[in-house]
């Protein structure tokens, strides 16, 4: 993550889609909505997600939209 107390995701669209991004805790608890349902284009997109509350560790955010359930693991160093 290139700056403290900030969390970014890159990901990519094959297709347009409605997309939602959830944050979870390492217990699987969801902590946060990084993005609700929204409509986006195909294409690469960035979301940038402010975690400076949050402790440092391990967390987890899902990536869903109609077709996809991706569920990766980031880093939170402050």
Known sequence: ?????????TYVLPETANVSISLMDINGRQ????????RQLEGVHTLTYNVSDLP??????????EKVNITKRKEVSH
Do not use: K, S, V
Request: without cysteine; charged residues 5%; proline residues 4%.
């Open 1 to 9: 993550n290139p700056a403290a107390g900030e969390l970014n995701i």
């Open 31 to 38: 902590i946060g909505n990084m993005l609700n349902t929204q």
């Open 56 to 65: 440092n560790g391990f967390y987890f955010y899902t990536l869903r939209t």
